[in-house]
């Protein structure tokens, strides 16, 4: 039971470091636990990582979504005009901006929620789209359950953000040298592809305040593999964001008529990511109405959308199951231990029987020099014989 406990408390840079050989293969599992969890391989347990990847549809289904994403996903339209055109759908909804929301009290029947500005609003319940850390700003009557109030563990590492970034050049030069346009960098991680003939789009993580420097390092690296040219786009933007924190399970069970709704409590493999929003807002918005109007919703609206559904999942055959659970820093030890085994007992084996040829040889030509020296000895001999 204690080393149960052990292995699955200990950090997931030690898990790898004794998992995997080479620190390449290392590097770049630490930087997929970086942008799937938003924390440090170091200063994150196996234990809240695979609860990560449990909630989120597994962890070969994050993979495919953050590492093999198809460039097809890049938004094309401006974010600000998106908005302009919902804000014209809801022309009759009002907006209070930048008031914070200080205190939210609960009742049998209704909502108070009472902003900064002191003034109290009345509803029959509350939707809450905001980040977990900042949910701690707020007072809560009655008091949240002790499992939320728990915030989020102290995490010493560096705080990382993620910079997307669109490139056009004059022709996709990159084709020509015989490149389908796909790159992978591990230190820093880089995510890059082909978005279209001539347009090259991807993303970097780099740590907070190193943002500036993206252009630079991403246009230096691309020009390593793919010529300098890649160092003079005609046009290239980029947008930088926070790496989300999400060592923490989903909310997606309403507290009573608190209701939760972000990207980090979707609980699928797009926790984190914009569908993951639209998905829990959704879900939101059904377990609204399921409060006021039970008898207008099933079960199936207020699911989100599986991983499963979106995403083609693969069985492992045994040999691949047995396979990927070797440990091959071990097999690697272990197979060079048995191999010198093997060598020194064959070089043993070796040596003996050249020592006994030898011997042999020797007692051969001791007789030889005996008969050559006294004749009427063997004489002597095969009379007695």
């Given at each position: 039971?204690?080393?149960?406990?052990?292995?699955?408390?200990?950090?997931?840079?030690?898990?790898?470091?004794?998992?995997?050989?080479?620190?390449?293969?290392?590097?770049f599992?630490?930087?997929?636990?970086?942008?799937?969890?938003?924390?440090?391989?170091?200063?994150?347990?196996?234990?809240?990582?695979?609860?990560?990847?449990?909630?989120?549809?597994?962890?070969?289904?994050?993979?495919?979504?953050?590492?093999?994403?198809?460039?097809?996903?890049?938004?094309?339209?401006?974010?600000?005009e998106?908005?302009?055109?919902?804000?014209?759908?809801?022309?009759?909804?009002?907006?209070?901006?930048?008031?914070?929301?200080?205190?939210?009290?609960?009742?049998?029947?209704?909502?108070?929620?009472?902003d900064?500005?002191?003034?109290?609003?009345?509803?029959?319940?509350v939707?809450?789209?905001?980040?977990?850390?900042?949910?701690?700003?707020?007072?809560?009557?009655?008091?949240?359950?002790?499992?939320?109030?728990?915030?989020?563990?102290?995490?010493?590492?560096?705080?990382?953000?993620?910079?997307?970034?669109?490139?056009?050049?004059?022709?996709?030069?990159?084709r020509?040298?015989?490149?389908?346009?796909?790159?992978y960098?591990?230190?820093?991680?880089?995510?890059?592809?082909?978005?279209?003939?001539?347009?090259?789009?991807?993303?970097?993580?780099?740590?907070?305040?190193?943002?500036?420097?993206?252009?630079?390092?991403?246009?230096?690296?691309?020009?390593?593999?793919?010529g300098?040219?890649?160092?003079?786009?005609?046009e290239?933007?980029?947008?930088?964001?926070?790496?989300?924190?999400?060592?923490?399970?989903?909310?997606?069970?309403?507290?009573?008529?608190?209701?939760?709704?972000?990207?980090?409590?979707?609980?699928?493999?797009?926790r984190?990511?914009?569908?993951?929003?639209?998905?829990?807002?959704?879900?939101?918005?059904m377990?609204?109405?399921?409060?006021?109007?039970?008898?207008?919703?099933?079960?199936?609206?207020?699911?989100?959308?599986?991983?499963?559904?979106?995403?083609?999942?693969?069985?492992?055959?045994?040999?691949?199951?047995?396979?990927?659970?070797?440990?091959?820093?071990?097999?690697?030890?272990?197979?060079a231990?048995?191999?010198?085994?093997?060598?020194?007992?064959?070089?043993?084996?070796l040596?003996?029987?050249?020592?006994?040829?030898?011997?042999?040889?020797?007692?051969?030509?001791?007789l030889?020099?005996?008969?050559?020296?006294?004749?009427?000895?063997?004489?002597?001999?095969?009379?007695?014989?």
């Amino acid at each position: 039971m204690f080393e149960f406990h052990r292995k699955h408390t200990g950090p997931m840079a030690a898990y790898i470091n004794n998992r995997l050989f080479f620190n390449d293969s290392r590097l770049f599992m630490k930087n997929l636990i970086l942008i799937i969890s938003g924390i440090d391989a170091e200063h994150i347990s196996y234990a809240d990582f695979m609860k990560i990847c449990y909630s989120a549809g597994g962890l070969k289904s994050l993979y495919k979504l953050f590492i093999e994403a198809k460039s097809g996903d890049v938004l094309e339209f401006s974010s600000s005009e998106l908005f302009n055109r919902i804000l014209e759908m809801l022309k009759q909804t009002q907006f209070l901006y930048s008031r914070d929301v200080v205190e939210i009290h609960q009742y049998r029947n209704h909502v108070e929620v009472l902003d900064i500005e002191k003034e109290s609003h009345i509803a029959d319940a509350v939707i809450l789209a905001i980040p977990w850390n900042n949910i701690k700003r707020i007072y809560f009557w009655p008091r949240l359950p002790s499992e939320m109030e728990k915030s989020l563990k102290a995490r010493n590492g560096f705080k990382y953000v993620i910079t997307s970034f669109l490139a056009s050049y004059p022709d996709g030069h990159w084709r020509h040298k015989g490149f389908n346009g796909d790159y992978y960098g591990i230190d820093p991680l880089m995510i890059c592809h082909e978005y279209r003939p001539k347009i090259y789009c991807g993303y970097i993580i780099v740590e907070e305040g190193l943002e500036a420097l993206a252009r630079t390092l991403v246009l230096q690296r691309l020009a390593e593999y793919y010529g300098e040219k890649m160092l003079t786009p005609l046009e290239f933007h980029q947008r930088t964001y926070d790496l989300s924190n999400k060592a923490h399970t989903p909310l997606i069970t309403p507290w009573s008529r608190v209701i939760w709704a972000s990207s980090a409590a979707a609980g699928s493999c797009f926790r984190g990511c914009l569908s993951g929003a639209v998905q829990s807002g959704i879900r939101a918005a059904m377990n609204a109405l399921l409060l006021l109007r039970p008898q207008l919703v099933t079960w199936k609206d207020i699911a989100d959308v599986q991983c499963r559904e979106v995403l083609p999942r693969e069985q492992p055959g045994i040999l691949k199951l047995w396979l990927s659970s070797l440990n091959l820093y071990n097999v690697t030890t272990y197979t060079a231990f048995i191999v010198q085994v093997i060598l020194y007992d064959y070089n043993v084996q070796l040596l003996y029987l050249a020592s006994k040829k030898k011997c042999k040889l020797t007692l051969s030509i001791s007789l030889q020099s005996e008969v050559v020296g006294n004749p009427n000895h063997l004489l002597l001999n095969s009379e007695s014989i």
